[in-house]
């Protein structure tokens, strides 16, 4: 099939896919999620995750985080660095120390292969959540700029540990880099991301938009995105992580209406459907029957892991526990860096192919229910909400 006519298929099939979530009163994502499963090799076999699908889908999720930063407040994720730290902390301790012991104690699996697994579970992607959150309306929420917080602390401490534990426990082959040298490029990149949003990201834009051409400002906005991204990946953070940052330094300057505008439509028009598809595209249920009951078992480990601890963690900083539920709820989708993770396990011998293809199910699953949690938990706090609200006008009549 030609990446012309896969292209065609993937954009009909989502927005569909979206409109009949929309219409069954589910996140648009869900139904965007669906189409990859459905059409992807785990039913219809329509689509596969070829080199065309990945590269647009990495793109797609680029200009996601990037739409999250231009269209997030910074004075709220300052505001909420504590409370984010803490929900990141046992959004990560909860679920790999739960999925260690069951592997270890359950499935009897070594240890170094229970850690590893763990971790996997310990990631967290809020690209599917940051979907949720727009269409809700609760992006500039104290719940919205914890759960951003949050899940960039928690992309740092999973590559920290990632490093400590393939130190440790990898092949003796492995030339991964030495753990000292790891934490300081990741601490390089924070200041890096610092000194260009504050002082060269302004210039730059103010620069570009003098040029004698056409969409200036808009593309003067994708350099600094893929840019920052390029960035990111040379200091061994995720992309989406620098694309996140480019957003936000664009969000402190006098173009951020205007390129909210230019950008969206880029990103929704056709990247942003095809990074949905890819995740669905990534099941296969050839030869997992036989490890049914293991990979429930992480499921609703990496489900109730994130859900506990994100919103123990916010009910600590005197959220309510609705509030604090929609913290957990947006912990809860695994994406890029629970499969980097994976990956790193597999080259270092700790687990198997049977074993990382049951994680890649696993990422998969818990990223398509994550938005339904999410959104039951919106619904409840709006119904508290108004409820609230109607009691105070009785009072007041």
């Given at each position: 099939?030609?990446?012309?006519?896969?292209?065609?298929?993937?954009?009909?099939?989502?927005?569909?896919?979206?409109?009949?979530?929309?219409?069954?009163?589910?996140?648009?994502?869900?139904?965007?999620?669906?189409?990859?499963?459905?059409?992807?090799?785990?039913?219809?076999?329509?689509?596969?995750?070829?080199?065309?699908?990945?590269?647009?889908?990495?793109?797609?999720?680029?200009?996601?985080?990037?739409?999250?930063?231009?269209?997030?407040?910074?004075?709220?994720?300052?505001?909420?660095?504590?409370?984010?730290?803490?929900?990141?902390?046992?959004?990560?301790?909860?679920?790999?120390?739960?999925?260690?012991?069951?592997?270890?104690?359950?499935?009897?699996?070594?240890?170094?292969?229970?850690?590893?697994?763990?971790?996997?579970?310990?990631?967290?992607?809020?690209?599917?959540?940051?979907?949720?959150?727009?269409?809700?309306?609760?992006?500039?929420?104290r719940e919205g700029a914890i759960i951003l917080g949050a899940a960039v602390a928690d992309d740092i401490m999973c590559?920290?540990?990632?490093?400590?534990?393939?130190?440790?426990?990898?092949?003796?082959?492995?030339?991964?880099?030495?753990?000292?040298?790891?934490?300081?490029?990741?601490?390089?990149?924070?200041?890096?991301?610092?000194?260009?949003?504050?002082?060269?990201?302004?210039?730059?834009?103010?620069?570009?938009?003098?040029?004698?051409?056409?969409?200036?400002?808009?593309?003067?906005?994708?350099?600094?995105?893929?840019?920052?991204?390029?960035?990111?990946?040379?200091?061994?953070?995720?992309?989406?992580?620098?694309?996140?940052?480019?957003?936000?330094?664009?969000?402190?300057?006098?173009?951020?209406?205007?390129?909210?505008?230019?950008?969206?439509?880029?990103?929704?028009?056709?990247?942003?459907?095809?990074?949905?598809?890819?995740?669905?595209?990534?099941?296969?249920?050839?030869?997992?029957?036989?490890?049914?009951?293991?990979?429930?078992?992480?499921?609703?480990?990496?489900?109730?892991?994130?859900?506990?601890?994100?919103?123990?963690?916010?009910?600590?900083?005197?959220?309510?526990?609705?509030?604090?539920n929609i913290v957990g709820a947006g912990m809860v989708s695994r994406g890029e860096m629970a499969l980097v993770v994976?990956?790193?396990?597999?080259?270092?011998?700790?687990?198997?192919?049977?074993?990382?293809?049951?994680?890649?199910?696993?990422?998969?699953?818990?990223?398509?229910?994550?938005?339904?949690?999410?959104?039951?938990?919106?619904?409840?706090?709006?119904?508290?909400?108004?409820?609230?609200?109607?009691?105070?006008?009785?009072?007041?009549?």
């Open positions: 099939m030609s990446i012309l006519l896969q292209l065609v298929i993937i954009l009909i099939l989502t927005k569909l896919g979206a409109h009949l979530s929309s219409v069954l009163n589910f996140p648009s994502v869900i139904g965007e999620l669906l189409v990859g499963v459905i059409a992807g090799p785990a039913v219809l076999n329509i689509l596969n995750g070829t080199t065309f699908v990945q590269y647009f889908s990495e793109i797609g999720v680029i200009v996601l985080m990037f739409i999250a930063g231009l269209e997030g407040d910074l004075s709220l994720l300052i505001k909420y660095w504590k409370p984010a730290m803490t929900v990141a902390t046992l959004g990560v301790v909860f679920p790999t120390i739960s999925a260690a012991l069951l592997c270890a104690l359950v499935f009897n699996f070594p240890w170094t292969t229970s850690i590893f697994i763990g971790l996997v579970l310990s990631a967290t992607s809020v690209s599917i959540s940051v979907q949720v959150l727009k269409e809700m309306g609760r992006m500039n929420t590559v920290i540990l990632l490093g400590l534990c393939v130190a440790f426990f990898g092949s003796s082959g492995s030339s991964e880099q030495p753990v000292w040298l790891m934490i300081s490029t990741k601490l390089l990149f924070f200041v890096i991301m610092l000194v260009l949003g504050k002082w060269f990201v302004p210039k730059f834009m103010s620069f570009f938009s003098k040029l004698n051409t056409s969409e200036n400002e808009a593309t003067g906005a994708v350099i600094l995105c893929f840019g920052f991204a390029a960035i990111a990946v040379a200091l061994g953070m995720s992309d989406v992580l620098g694309a996140y940052f480019a957003g936000i330094a664009l969000s402190e300057t006098k173009f951020k209406e205007s390129l909210a505008l230019k950008i969206e439509p880029i990103g929704y028009a056709i990247f942003i459907p095809v990074f949905f598809v890819s995740i669905g595209l990534n099941i296969s249920f050839k030869g997992l029957q036989n490890d049914i009951i293991f990979i429930v078992s992480l499921i609703i480990i990496a489900i109730i892991g994130k859900q506990v601890g994100g919103a123990l963690g916010a009910k600590v900083f005197h959220l309510s526990w609705n509030e604090s994976a990956n790193v396990a597999l080259g270092a011998k700790l687990i198997d192919q049977n074993h990382y293809t049951a994680m890649i199910v696993v990422t998969v699953v818990t990223t398509i229910i994550a938005p339904l949690i999410l959104k039951l938990f919106i619904q409840r706090a709006k119904k508290e909400n108004e409820i609230v609200s109607n009691n105070i006008n009785e009072v007041k009549i």
